[in-house]
């Protein structure tokens, strides 16, 4: 059962080891699944214990808490969702680098010695990329018009996500990233605000901007700075799906310059997967932003992407496409696709984290910011981009595991961030934007 739909119970339950079975029997009959317990307190007559429960979704574990507290000899105390504990305080710290135990450290850290450092990038503005957070930091921004399926939020709940975003840098690419959500609605606004305090950052990752107010805010940002700007759920999404698509098409024998492809949606992630596509050199790349026209574009493809509505794709779509289809189905929270529908596909792909093949940004942009970073990129290129596409890929081909039910390697793969950022690097070098020209 997954980890996001657990709570944890406070309840108290009379002393004795029957009043405990027939808690965890209440719990098993319920659906649910013990996942974990700690004692509280305890007395002669009542032990209070936190009982972590693991349900199917939310409705689950409101049910199997009710059946809990029925339990003779048992009372619940309290609820708390795990989810929710998790955030507490937020998921972000800031920690020094350095110590300051004494004054020699203080004086080097700050005043009088930190005047020189200053003088330094006076005269040589480069210097604060060694010498300052800039050369290992992006800024995450959001105005949360468009959060995780969820729509229009607003900056300020956007910032669990951007939170999440960075924490992900930092565990997986040792990027430090910091979370902006900007309380404003008008897109030359965003990018004017973004453009005046960029100079302490390396990189931008645009996040959960609704269209078509994040390709204007990426446009004008892209041409106002000479740092990378990377939107996250165009590229970084679409770099995902090419490298799925990449694979899937080696599984059934194709090849990408031979194949005709359907692209689904209107949004962001569909619309830079088309131009990766057409990069790649696919024979025919077909871009549906409606369902109807879907309908009719899916006809003789080799291969559907999804990344527009749950159920908009039938098993009769699939008996259209050319023999051995594979399907990347990246709607959420459910694929485009049903499961039990895709027995005639020959690859499927979604972005669901409890079925093989996920699909999703996180396997991209933290490979592409470590990669962009360590060369001091000006500008996030095509040619990086694709370049972490095909790393991804390659993830999995040099382990010798390619599979129809393994075409992407997980986030958690240890080759896959070095892999991805050192072709990035590499990318960015041959193309001119990046600064430092020779690798370390």
Not at 292 to 315: I, N, Q
Not at 353 to 363: A, R
Not at 421 to 437: F, K, M, N, P, Y
């Amino acid at each position: 059962m997954p980890s996001n739909a657990s709570v944890i119970v406070r309840a108290e339950l009379s002393a004795g080891p029957e009043v405990l079975s027939h808690a965890m029997t209440a719990i098993t009959m319920a659906g649910g699944e013990v996942d974990g317990m700690d004692t509280v307190r305890s007395t002669r007559e009542t032990i209070t214990r936190d009982i972590v429960i693991l349900g199917a979704d939310e409705r689950a574990t409101d049910a199997i808490v009710t059946s809990l507290g029925n339990v003779q000899g048992v009372t619940v105390h309290g609820v708390t969702n795990a989810i929710f504990r998790a955030h507490e305080g937020g998921m972000l710290t800031m920690r020094t680098r350095i110590p300051v135990r004494n004054r020699d450290d203080l004086s080097m850290a700050y005043t009088p010695g930190v005047a020189r450092v200053c003088m330094a990038i006076h005269d040589n503005l480069d210097r604060a990329w060694d010498l300052t957070i800039k050369g290992n930091s992006v800024m995450v921004i959001s105005d949360g018009s468009a959060l995780v399926g969820q729509g229009d939020l607003g900056p300020l709940a956007a910032l669990p996500v951007l939170e999440g975003l960075s924490l992900f840098m930092r565990e997986k690419a040792a990027v430090d990233a910091f979370p902006l959500p900007i309380d404003l609605d008008d897109p030359a606004a965003i990018a004017d605000t973004v453009i005046k305090i960029a100079s302490v950052f390396g990189g931008i990752h645009v996040a959960d901007i609704s269209a078509p107010n994040c390709f204007e805010i990426t446009r004008i940002l892209r041409g106002a700075l000479d740092i990378p700007v990377v939107h996250g759920d165009a590229e970084g999404t679409a770099a995902a799906l090419l490298a799925g698509t990449l694979n899937g098409l080696a599984v059934v024998g194709k090849n990408i310059a031979e194949s005709r492809i359907c692209v689904a949606g209107p949004g962001p992630g569909a619309m830079a997967y088309r131009h990766f596509a057409e990069k790649a050199d696919a024979a025919e790349v077909r871009g549906a932003e409606t369902h109807e026209a879907m309908r009719d574009l899916v006809k003789g493809a080799d291969v559907y992407v999804g990344v527009s509505y749950p159920g908009s794709l039938s098993r009769e779509d699939v008996a259209g496409m050319n023999a051995d289809p594979v399907v990347l189905a990246l709607g959420m929270p459910n694929p485009e696709l049903d499961p039990g529908d895709a027995d005639g596909v020959a690859v499927f792909a979604t972005g669901r984290p409890d079925m093989p093949n996920q699909i999703n940004s996180t396997l991209a942009f933290p490979g592409i910011w470590r990669g962009l970073l360590d060369v001091r990129a000006t500008e996030a290129s095509d040619d990086a981009l694709m370049a972490a596409a095909c790393a991804i890929a390659n993830v999995v081909v040099e382990e010798g595991a390619l599979s129809a039910d393994y075409v992407v390697p997980s986030v958690f793969n240890k080759r896959l961030v070095p892999a991805v950022a050192e072709a990035v690097a590499e990318a960015s070098r041959r193309s001119g934007s990046a600064r430092v020209t020779t690798a370390a």
